[in-house]
Each structure stands twice: as structure tokens, then as C-alpha cells.
């Protein structure tokens, strides 16, 4: 068995490329190999700021040798069929086939193909170069007068298989058995012959801690020990970790020290400025919990003096930094918001929709018919919401835009506006991915739900959704907030109530429909409700009518005058059930039950969540899942029923026909009246628990009606009252979900 280490070595590598090359580099070994036909026992690969490494032990000498047997036409083929298939098995001639006989299907060819098997030195020889000339970066470049493309300029290739050298050649770069060390503490070169050597060599005289853990675990230890002596707690910043980790291949953990005077900046202008432009961890004082005058800096060199010019250096470079911010901030601070608010009519927002300004003032009529219904006070979510999007004229906002909404906190302050509207701007972008926080006081969740709801509607109104796994204006996050954001904080908005004021301050637009077709659009697909009696077509939503006026000379249908309607609510609110589905989803729910909760149509998603929630944990029982079991065999047989064109349109059971039939069916009849009596106060009352319970009563004398009742009869009147009865089961489970849509 063989030893093999291939490193490719190059400039640079960026810190965010290097776990998914090594992962990449790895695999395209495994399946260049494997396809090859050649084994091993271990491979494993590792990276680094100038080297992908792979080390495979236990690797077959040679592949193995193959036979292939491939059955040809028959004895007698015309000379067409005779021709492909010796094409095809690679013979001069058919007389290099072997005749075989079947009992049944007479003489036939079989062309039998031996393949020798191959050193692994020449798979290998053959195997990299191409790996290397079709690897993928997410940037590449060319360098010189070659053709290849790596992501950096590529300088050395070491391959060593068992000690010698596998030799070939990479756009006139010949493959060797030596590598490079630390630039400063162990250059080298060192001549390597396999992995031992190899990682001895670099991780000894050579300076460089190979892998990516190994590296991590130094900075981690390095930092609590820095922390630990200065009095100090680290700021954790994983993303910051991972990005540090690959840019030290000897990493050495400093503390420096920052102006106090700086500590007037607001602490995440800090925070973010060590972070962006220095890759410094930012620290708080262990004893106060607040920012500290120092930062900690991953050195990729052991300095003779422990790092003190190099935390020098560092601080003077920072000082740079957060002079600039705080001229940034010093400026801001002297303009009011207002006046930075006036500045968003020059930004467009969408050309469709207006102008950012525009937004703002949708955003802040909205978030002021919201408040009431988010226990908010409905002028601080007004003034908030006007204020919102402020900060993104000003000086440090366009320095760092990371800060948006912060700042406008901070500013809001500054200018002595309440607590309550400062935090709302700061707020009303949340949450923005699945880690974060929603907001949860009253002003911000009214300016947060307002402006994604804008923002949704808007979009849908210019007809620019989300296709497939395009998304450039993240309005599926968007959604996905507005869900979070109603469910974490229980806010009883249905969608309904939540998507008409939306409608109303949208711009008109030169819309493809007429006035008649926009009131009907509306009423179908803005307001879900009963179905239609009288069409048997289900009415999405249902708004009042309203009197014929045209648009306002502003350009709006004000809710006074009109509403401004068009054609795409009926999609926006599937959407919003999609990522109700998907949220639930993440929280462990059956996604047969929401689907069956769905069925009713409702769209106050506290509730419908509540709902599934009570109905999966009924189903976890004996009684739910037996009842489910009832629920099925009933329905298949009216379904059977139906194909025959044998139900009436509707099914009423005739008491007289029960009380003459078994007492099981009796039993069934009692239960399933007092049942829907019971389930009636619970319903209105959204206890589910209690509704669910009522159910569970239905579980027993179903089972005995199955049991001993016939359901055909031979009594045609009798058969059609059972089967009343059967659909007075399905229909009574109806009234708290779908029960056709739950698998079991």
C-alpha cells in the first residue's frame, strides 16, 4: 500500500475561498481516483493562506485488472448490427468474438474485453493536472503568458507518492518534492517525502500550523489568555474567527490598545470599523460589560519584543480609522433628521414606485392603521417611521452601511426623540436572516411590519416576484419577517387586515385592467372568505363596495375616494403561506398538518399556528390516531361512492332510520351531534386543546360503528343514511382541519 501528499502551492488564498477549495480539492481527488479504479484507507485534506494540501494513505499500487464481457447480435446478424457492435467492443474483426450458445436464443456474439490495470503513479500523473486546469474558484486569474486559471498565481506543485516524485507538468510548472515555509520564520525550502514528514517539517522549522482547526484553536486559546491577564472578555465574532483563521499560517494573539478618547463613539462604529477595515476583535471591560480601550489583533509573526511595535502600528493604523468616524459622526450629528429624511425624495427607490421618499411617507400612513391593531401608539409609529430611513443620507451610514438603522438610533436620540421612536429605527429592518431578533416592542413591530409590507406589495403590484432561486430584492426574507414577527410576538393581524392598507397607498399605475375588473380583483383576491352560494367558487376576499371616483389628482386612491386594485394579491398571499409553511416547518411541525390547517382558509397565522400545533399533539395520541384511522376509511368509501355517481347532492341523515338501526349507529348518531354542539363554544373561543378533546369522544363509537354496522346495505334507504352518516364524520373533522390532507 502507498503513501501519497499532494500540496499546491500559491499567493494568497482569500480567507472566505479556503475551507470550500480544501473541501472541493478533496473531493475531485476521491472521484478522479475512485474512477480510476485505485482504493485507500484514509484521505484527508487541508488548508491554508497559500497551500491546499492532500494526504492519502493506504493507496492501492496499481488498479486492479478488468474483464468485460459484451453480448453482440446473433450468429447471422446482417453486417449493419455486426459492424456497431464491433465498433463499440473496440474489435478489427468478428472473428475476435467469442460464439456463445442459449437454448432458446440461439448462437450469439460476446466480445470479451480485458483492461490491464495502471500504476498508480500514472493515474495520479494523469489525475492532478486536469484537477488543477478545471478547478473552480468563485475568482480566478491568469498570470504571465499562460492559460491557466488559478485564484492566485500558482508556484509550486509538490507530489510524492512513496518518497519519489510523481512526475508531470502544469502549464510549465514541473511537480517536485519541495515546499515552502513561513515567509519570515522558516522559509526554507524543505525536501519532504510523505505526510510525517511533510507536517513535521512545516509545523516545526517551517513555521505553519496546516490545518484550519489546528489554527483556530491557537487564536481561541491566545485570546482567552490575553483577556484573561488584561482583565478583559472577548467580544465574540465567529465570522470574523473563521476569517482570521485563514489568514495566519503561524497565528500569534496581541493586545492593543485603542484612545480612550474614542469611547465616544457610538461602541458598534467601533466594533465595526476593528472589524471591516483591521480584522480586530473588539473587548469589553470584564467588570463594567461596556467596550474597552483595547482590540486584539492576530499577528502572522512571532515578534521579538512580543508583539509591542506590532500593537503600536496597529493602534496608530486604527486611530486613523476612528478619526475619520468620528468627523463622520460629529458631522451628522449637526444636521437634524428631518432634514436628512428630506434627502430621500432624491433617491429612487424603484421607478415603478416611486421614490424612496415616497416609501417613507407609504410606510408611515401604514405603520399609523397598524399601530392600533399592534397595541402601538399611532403618532410615535408615524414619527418613527418617517424618521426610519433617515440615517441612509448621512456621512456614516454611507461610510459604513452595515450601520443603517443604528444610527438613525443614535441620531433619533441625540435630538431628544422618545426612547420608543429611536428604537423603532433601529429595529424596523429586523429581523434580517434567520439568527436574528424580531422586533419586540409595539412602535418598532408597527414601522417593521409596515415597511416589508410596502415593500411586498409594492413589488407584487409592478409584478416583479421571485422566481426560482432569484430573489434580488430578498423579498422572501421579507415575508419571512412578517411571519416571524406576527407569530414570535402574537400579534392578531390577520392578512386580510393587513394587506388592504398596503393596497391603498400604492401609486397608480397605468393599469391593464378596467375599474369593473379592479373592484372584482380585489374582492376575490385581496380578502379571504365563505364560498360563493350562488357560483360555488371560492371568494379569496370580500371588501365592500365602494363609490365610482377617479384617482386622486396626487396620483393615489386615497381611502376616502377608492382603492387602488390590482391583479397579483391572490399569488402574494399563497406566498406568505408558503413561508408560514417553511417557518413551521423549521419549528418540527408535520407539514401534512399545516397543510390541512390551511385548507380553512384562514389567515391569522397566531391561529392557524395554534391550530396545528393543537392538532399534531391530538394525533400523537391513541385516540387521535385511531380517529384519523375512522376518518380515512369514511372518506375512502364516500370517494368510492362519488366515482359512482352514487351520492346524492346532499346527505341528511334521517333520525327515524337511525333510531330502527343498530345501536352502534345510534351510538355514532348521539355522539356526533353532541360533538358539533361541543366543538362550537371551544372554536369561537380558539381553545383548541378543548376542541380536541371534544374529538377524542368520536374515537370509540367510530371504531364500533366499522366494526359492526355494514355500511351497504342491502336497503337502498338504509345505505344512503349510513352513508349521511359516514359524511357527517368527515364533515364534523372539517370543521377544525382538512383531515384528507394528513398522512397516516
Not at 475531485?28 to 491554508?48: D, I, P, Q, T
Not at 453480448?71 to 455486426?82: E, L, W
Not at 370517494?639 to 330502527?660: C, H, M, R, S, Y
Not at 338501526?661 to 351510538?667: P, R, Y
Request: charged share 30%; glycine share 8%.
Amino acid at each position: 500500500m502507498a503513501e501519497l501528499l499532494l500540496e499546491i502551492f500559491s499567493e494568497e488564498i482569500p480567507a472566505r475561498m479556503q475551507a470550500k477549495a480544501e473541501a472541493d480539492l478533496r473531493d475531485a481527488m476521491e472521484k478522479a481516483l475512485k474512477e480510476a479504479g485505485l482504493k485507500w484507507k484514509l484521505l484527508a485534506a487541508c488548508s491554508g493562506p497559500r497551500r491546499l494540501t492532500v494526504s492519502i494513505t493506504g493507496l492501492s499500487e496499481r488498479s486492479a485488472d478488468v474483464k468485460e464481457e459484451r453480448k453482440g447480435p446473433k450468429v447471422g446478424a446482417p453486417d449493419k448490427a455486426v459492424e456497431g457492435f464491433l465498433r463499440g467492443a473496440g474489435l478489427s474483426d468478428i472473428s475476435e468474438a467469442e460464439v456463445r450458445s442459449d437454448p432458446k436464443k440461439g448462437d450469439f456474439y460476446v466480445a470479451v474485453i480485458e483492461t490491464p490495470g495502471r500504476d498508480a503513479k500514472d493515474i495520479i500523473a494523469e489525475a492532478v493536472p486536469a484537477i488543477i486546469r478545471g478547478f473552480h474558484w468563485p475568482k480566478s486569474m491568469r498570470w504571465g503568458t499562460g492559460d491557466l486559471r488559478w485564484v492566485r498565481p500558482l508556484q509550486r506543485i509538490t507530489c510524492v507518492l512513496d518518497g519519489a516524485v510523481v512526475p508531470f507538468d502544469v502549464d510549465g510548472i514541473a511537480s517536485g518534492n519541495e515546499v515552502e515555509g513561513h515567509r519570515v520564520h522558516g522559509r526554507g525550502p524543505y525536501i519532504v517525502t510523505g505526510w510525517d514528514d511533510y507536517s513535521k517539517q512545516l509545523e516545526g522549522a517551517g513555521h505553519v500550523k496546516l490545518a484550519r482547526a489546528d489554527r483556530r484553536d491557537v487564536i481561541l486559546k491566545g485570546i482567552e489568555a490575553v483577556c484573561k491577564k488584561a482583565g478583559l472578555e472577548w467580544i465574540e465574532d465567529q465570522g470574523l474567527l473563521e476569517e482570521v483563521t485563514g489568514l495566519a499560517e503561524w497565528p500569534v494573539v496581541v493586545l492593543g490598545d485603542m484612545d480612550p478618547d474614542f469611547l465616544s463613539l457610538p461602541p458598534e462604529v467601533i466594533q465595526l470599523s476593528m472589524r471591516t477595515h483591521q480584522k480586530y476583535f473588539a473587548v469589553n471591560d470584564a467588570k463594567t460589560g461596556k467596550l474597552a480601550p483595547h482590540f486584539i489583533v492576530v499577528a502572522n509573526i512571532d515578534a521579538a519584543d512580543g508583539g509591542k511595535k506590532l500593537a503600536e502600528g496597529n493602534s496608530r493604523v486604527l486611530s486613523a480609522r476612528l478619526d475619520d468616524a468620528r468627523f463622520f459622526w460629529d458631522l451628522d450629528k449637526a444636521k437634524p433628521l428631518d432634514e436628512m429624511a428630506k434627502k430621500l425624495s432624491t433617491i429612487a427607490f424603484k421607478a415603478e414606485l416611486g421614490s424612496l421618499g415616497d416609501k417613507v411617507e407609504r410606510v408611515a400612513a401604514l405603520a399609523k392603521e397598524l399601530a392600533p391593531k399592534v397595541g402601538a401608539d399611532p403618532v410615535l409609529a408615524e414619527r418613527a417611521a418617517r424618521l426610519a430611513k433617515a440615517d441612509l443620507v448621512s456621512e456614516m451610514v454611507g461610510e459604513f452601511p452595515e450601520l443603517q438603522g443604528v444610527m438613525g438610533r443614535y441620531y433619533a436620540l441625540e435630538a431628544g426623540e422618545p426612547a420608543a421612536v429611536a428604537d423603532a429605527i433601529r429595529d424596523h429592518y429586523k429581523p434580517q436572516g434567520p439568527s436574528d431578533n424580531v422586533p419586540t416592542d409595539t412602535v418598532g413591530i408597527a414601522v417593521a411590519l409596515a415597511d416589508k409590507l410596502d415593500t411586498l406589495v409594492g413589488f407584487w403590484a409592478i409584478d416583479e416576484k421571485p422566481t426560482g432561486s432569484k430573489d434580488p430584492f430578498a423579498l422572501r426574507r421579507a415575508a419571512l419577517g412578517v411571519v416571524r414577527i406576527v407569530l414570535e410576538n402574537g400579534v392578531r393581524l390577520p392578512l386580510s387586515e393587513a394587506l388592504i392598507e398596503p393596497v391603498l397607498k400604492m401609486p397608480v399605475q397605468k393599469a391593464k385592467v378596467t375599474r369593473r375588473n379592479r373592484v372584482q380583483l380585489i374582492r376575490e383576491e385581496v380578502r379571504r372568505g365563505d364560498k360563493s352560494a350562488e357560483e360555488g367558487e371560492e371568494a379569496v376576499f370580500a371588501l365592500p363596495s365602494v363609490p365610482e371616483k377617479e384617482p386622486s389628482p396626487e396620483g393615489h386612491w386615497s381611502a376616502s375616494e377608492n382603492f387602488y386594485l390590482f391583479e397579483q394579491m391572490g399569488t402574494l398571499t399563497e406566498f406568505f403561506a408558503d413561508r408560514l409553511k417553511q417557518y413551521l416547518r423549521d419549528q418540527g411541525l408535520r407539514h401534512d398538518l399545516i397543510d390541512a390547517t390551511f385548507a380553512l382558509r384562514g389567515d391569522d397565522l397566531v391561529l392557524v399556528t395554534r391550530r396545528v400545533e393543537a392538532l399534531g399533539a391530538f394525533l400523537g395520541t391513541e385516540d387521535g390516531a385511531n380517529l384519523l384511522a375512522g376518518y380515512k376509511r369514511a372518506a375512502n368509501i364516500l370517494k368510492a361512492e362519488e366515482k359512482k355517481g352514487a351520492l346524492p347532492d346532499n346527505l341528511v341523515v334521517d333520525g327515524a332510520l337511525i333510531d330502527a338501526g343498530a345501536d352502534q349507529e345510534i351510538h355514532l348518531h348521539q355522539t356526533l351531534g353532541q360533538v358539533r354542539h361541543d366543538i362550537e363554544e371551544p372554536l369561537k373561543n380558539e381553545d383548541f386543546e378543548a376542541v380536541m378533546t371534544e374529538l377524542a369522544k368520536l374515537r370509540e363509537p367510530v371504531d364500533a360503528f366499522f366494526e359492526h354496522v355494514m355500511v351497504n346495505d342491502e336497503n337502498a334507504q338504509v345505505r344512503a343514511n349510513r352513508l349521511a352518516l359516514l359524511a357527517d364524520i368527515r364533515d364534523t373533522l372539517h370543521r377544525v382541519a382538512d383531515f384528507s390532507q394528513i398522512e397516516g
